[in-house]
Nanobody
Framework: QVHLVESGGGSVQPGGSLRLSCATS??????????MAWFRQRSGKDREIVAS????????YYDDSAKGRFTISRDKEKKVAYLQMDSLQSEDSGMYYC????????????????WGQGTLVTVSS
């Protein structure tokens, strides 16, 4: 059974940074198509992709809102994904979820079947 646990959320002022972590257990990545992704859900909004990474190759994707400010990475030995978030803005506030799938990285949350419980990020002065 796949189990994902996010951590690292919190409250920061605009311009601040946070590093989110997603620890996995019970998940074995496909050699070519294993994908780890971060999604965000703002209050009253749909869940949306922030960034994703192919587990083996390390190829990444970023939503336009995250480009240049966020960095997704993974530690294959620890089976942990990270999301380094810099220059945070109020619009970045929301619940951040980690998800994994073994059929390639996509941007649609409904195509991911394994999710963590989320970690809350609040950016406010």
């Amino acid at each position: 059974q796949v189990h994902l646990v996010e951590s690292g959320g919190g409250s920061v002022q605009p311009g601040g940074s946070l590093r989110l972590s997603c620890a996995t257990s019970g998940w074995t990545s496909s050699p070519s198509y294993g994908c780890m992704a971060w999604f965000r859900q703002r209050s009253g909004k749909d869940r949306e992709i922030v960034a994703s990474i192919y587990y083996v190759s390390g190829n990444t994707y970023y939503d336009d809102s995250a480009k240049g400010r966020f960095t997704i990475s993974r530690d294959k030995e620890k089976k942990v994904a990270y999301l380094q978030m810099d220059s945070l803005q109020s619009e970045d506030s929301g619940m951040y979820y980690c998800a994994v799938r073994n059929w390639g990285c996509v941007v649609t949350p409904e195509h991911f079947t394994d999710w963590g419980q989320g970690t809350l990020v609040t950016v406010s002065s």
